[in-house]
């Protein structure tokens, strides 16, 4: 899968299949519609495009209007979501930056410079709740006339459901934020997991008595919050059991900076205490123990941790890791 920085690109697909959104989690929902975008693109000859945007057009317009509160929780890094559109076998992704001058962009004028010539789009596919352009002027009606006026077709794609439940990314971030992780995990498809590198730390987890894995979130408002049972892939053979924190740790340092801390419960040997740092890592996220918690001390929340390490370890014990 190749990924591109907006438009101006040489290696762009010379005739491309299409579908746009923010695919955030990219759900079940998401896999469905790019399943379907693979087959149209091959019928077409074309190569399989995502586009999506960078920040969220929800993440701007917040930010626009001086309520940073009104942005959404982010399910996925973009790193993470990169890899599952990868792993979706789409072709090539773009990643458009959303700002002033997109937001005011009209529809019409989105179709020539984004679809027709930035992409060179021959098929569109869009979910059943599409809208684009300035002011959300563009609809599915619209888009399709656009289509039939310049040359490629349009489809749109129904709401996807399992188990009677509507996939969407609004549900996957109430699942997350109330603690829901098998919920979640029907929603993705997967387990609920973040990637990153290791990186430094304060080194207080050594000083307490539980090393951490630090991994970086890059947004302010994660979709999920709290300790968590996880398992650990990238540092052996198979995962490692382990037990989290993603937060803002309120107890050493509340700054708004989110970090997921991750303590194996076992350390392989061979990898020695130093060699995490610069690894790619991915945690899943299998079970919320409770939310952040701030501790009057540091030897409280040395308890704390202990508690929260001892109820990791009854959680494997009644659900083992399959490899």
């Known amino acids: 899968m190749r990924v591109f920085r907006g438009l101006n690109h040489d290696g762009l697909a010379p005739a491309s299949a299409v579908t746009l959104g ?31 945007f960078e920040p969220h057009p ?20 973009l790193r993470d979501k990169l890899d599952e559109l990868d792993r979706c076998g789409v072709d090539q992704v773009v990643v458009l930056r959303f700002d002033e001058r997109l937001a005011r962009q009209s529809p019409q004028a989105f179709v020539d410079d984004v679809l027709v010539r930035g992409l060179r789009a021959r098929y569109v596919l869009v979910g059943d709740d599409f809208r684009f352009g300035a002011k959300r002027a563009g609809d599915y009606a619209l888009l399709d006339a656009e ?32 603690g829901e992780m098998e919920r979640a995990a029907v ?8 990637s990153g590198h290791v990186l430094h730390g304060r080194k207080l987890g050594r000083e307490l008595g539980f090393r951490t894995l ?37 107890t050493v340092e509340d700054a708004g900076r989110v970090l997921l801390e991750t303590h194996c419960l076992r350390w392989p040997e061979a990898l020695g205490p130093e060699a995490a740092y610069g690894r790619r890592v991915r945690v899943e996220l299998l079970h919320r123990l409770h939310e952040e918690r701030r501790y009057p001390s540091l030897h409280a929340l040395r308890a704390g941790i202990a508690e929260d390490v001892e109820q990791a370890r009854a959680w494997f014990a009644l659900h083992p890791i399959n490899g």
């Not at 469905?32 to 975008?37: D, G, I």
Request: hydrophobic letters at 40%; aromatic letters at 6%; one cysteine or more.
């Open 22 to 52: 923010n695919f955030d989690g990219v759900h079940r929902g998401h896999q469905a519609m790019l399943a379907l975008l693979k087959s149209e693109a091959v019928h077409r000859h074309a190569l399989s495009c995502v586009l999506t």
């Open 58 to 77: 929800r993440d701007f317009f917040a930010e626009r209007s001086g309520r940073p509160e009104q942005a959404p929780a982010r399910i996925s890094t």
């Open 147 to 178: 289509g039939t006026a310049k040359g490629f077709d349009v489809a749109r794609m129904n709401s996807y459901e399992v188990h009677g439940l509507r996939v969407s990314s609004s549900a996957v971030r109430e699942a997350l934020a109330t």
């Open 187 to 194: 929603l993705l498809g997967r387990p609920y997991s973040i």
């Open 214 to 250: 630090n991994l970086r979130f890059p947004h302010a408002k994660p979709a999920a919050h709290g300790i968590f049972v996880v398992q650990v892939h990238g540092l052996a053979d198979s995962p490692l059991p382990g037990v989290a924190s993603l937060g803002v740790r309120p």
